[in-house]
């Protein structure tokens, strides 16, 4: 899963958070847009009450109080923001869940350990998996890939504890190809944050 299958899975989970996303920001605009006014108005109404005592006082009142409201609402869409990364990110990760469930993706790991192959060029590796893809890919299954590849394949004794995916490593683990969905889903977190900043934030601005 390269960065087309990263941009894939990006503009799936875009398509389910968008709306909800859309309800948080107006939601977060409503709010901070409310706050400013109240501010505002209580900063008008202390400024009446103190004006024929202190004006220049109730000025300096007044300003920094719709500062501080301002940057208030600045820090809240800030914060909206990241809400809505880890959103699109947790539905990102059901959608990695479910996919280690299908056919495609013992297909899926297949390619990811022969590019994984090619990239390192060394003959000898170690291929380490989850406790579950160890058991449908065995010594028979890696027999064949390794005779398709002109390597020697075998996988580790120690299973990982990760999503799914693997890891291609040489005996001394010098060279390490990461391709477990792990890496994968921490890659996408980067693009996800971008692309949500120009469907929300960047139209708003």
């Known amino acids: 899963m390269g960065k087309d299958g990263l941009s894939a899975i990006a503009k799936d989970v875009l398509g389910d958070v968008q709306k909800e996303a859309e309800t948080i920001i107006l939601t977060a605009e409503r709010e901070a847009k409310e706050t400013l006014k109240a501010a505002k108005e209580q900063a008008d109404h202390d400024y009446k009450a103190i004006i024929t005592k202190a004006k220049s006082k109730a000025e300096v009142e ?46 899926y790991m297949l390619k990811d350990i022969q590019n994984a192959v090619k ?19 065995t010594p028979d299954v890696l027999k064949v890939l390794s005779k398709k590849l002109h390597c020697a394949l075998r996988i580790s004794e120690k299973t990982e504890d990760f999503l799914g995916g693997c890891i291609v490593q040489t005996e001394d683990g010098k060279i390490i190809c990461d391709a477990t969905l792990d890496s994968r889903l921490q890659e996408l977190k980067p693009v996800l944050r971008v692309e949500l900043s120009k469907i929300l934030f960047e139209e708003r601005s």
């Open 62 to 107: 007044k300003r920094k109080v719709a500062s501080v409201t301002e940057v208030e609402m600045r820090n809240r869409m800030l914060q909206t923001k990241e809400e809505l990364v880890d959103i699109a990110f947790e539905k990102a990760l059901v959608k990695l869940k479910n996919f280690v469930e299908t056919d495609d993706y013992h297909d």
């Open 119 to 137: 990239r390192i060029g060394i003959k000898d590796l170690i291929i380490k998996v989850n406790a579950k893809d160890k058991d449908w890919l």
